[in-house]
């Protein structure tokens, strides 16, 4: 059973940088991919990036390319999201997500049912 935890989370002006991490821990990942996703209040919980463990294949949604840069390390079995120029809207809770599955994964990696696994959640909010 695979289990995910973030940390990083928290509250910071607009045009600051937050760091998420999100530790994986209960299987091996050599093959699967990773991702951010998010969800506002009141919205539908969205892709932010993605990535390809084995691989250094890295996807992201419109509204963050350019600002987020998601990485991993092998080491450590852990996913990074760093968040620069951080908007308002960029207010959300922050979930890491796993899954096994590649076969789809360049057609549907921004689909949040492709995931197997999710971790609980961090909150950022971004203050005008």
């Known amino acids: 059973q695979v289990q995910l935890v973030e940390s990083g989370g928290g509250l910071v002006q607009a045009e600051s940088s937050l760091r998420l991490s999100c530790a994986a821990s209960g299987g091996t990942f050599s093959s699967n991919a990773m991702g951010w996703f998010r969800q506002a209040p009141g919205k539908q919980r969205e892709f932010v990036a993605g990535?390809?463990?084995?691989?250094?294949?890295?996807y992201y949604a419109v509204s963050v390319k350019g600002r987020f840069t998601i990485s991993r390390d092998f080491a450590k079995n852990a996913v990074y999201l760093e968040m620069n120029t951080l908007k308002p809207e960029d207010t959300a809770v922050y979930y890491c997500a796993a899954r096994g599955d590649l076969s789809t994964y360049t057609r549907d990696y921004h689909r949040d049912d492709t995931y197997d696994y999710w971790g609980q959640g961090t909150q950022v909010t971004v203050s005008s």
């Open positions: 990535i390809r463990w084995g691989a250094d294949s890295t």
